[in-house]
């Protein structure tokens, strides 16, 4: 069964920083674009990043530019989310999924998603 796995989640003040991971079960991650996703409690699933299989280039929403980022390890195989500055309206569920066009705009379509990996961001 193709899965993929998130972890990494937790509690974390305000301006704090995280780190999120995603890897495969059944299936190896290097062969897929990957995207990240939030969902926060009563809202709409919302995506965050995603990162191209091939060249490494990756795309972000506005909101989180200049504060996460998303890399891959191919030794490792799995796609990392890192995030700094964390804001409080930034707690959430967060997931990972394969995207099958990740391209600049948005508007990503994905599949084979994760349970998620929950992140709250108090003091």
């Known amino acids: 069964q193709v899965q993929l796995v998130e972890s990494g989640g937790g509690l974390v003040q305000p301006g704090g920083s995280l780190i999120l991971s995603c890897t495969g079960s059944?299936?190896?991650?290097?062969?897929?674009?990957i995207g990240w996703f939030r969902q926060a409690p009563g809202k709409e699933r919302e995506e965050i990043a995603c990162l191209l299989r091939n060249d490494g280039r990756a795309y972000y929403v506005d909101s989180v530019k200049g504060r996460f980022a998303i890399s891959r390890d191919y030794y490792l195989k799995m796609v990392f989310l890192q995030m700094n500055s964390l804001k409080p309206e930034e707690t959430a569920v967060y997931y990972c999924?394969?995207?099958?066009?990740?391209?600049?705009?948005?508007?990503?379509?994905?599949?084979?998603w994760g349970q998620g990996t929950p992140v709250t961001v108090s003091s």
């Open positions: 059944g299936f190896t991650l290097d062969s897929h674009n």
């Open positions: 999924a394969t995207v099958p066009r990740c391209m600049g705009g948005g508007n990503w379509s994905a599949e084979n």
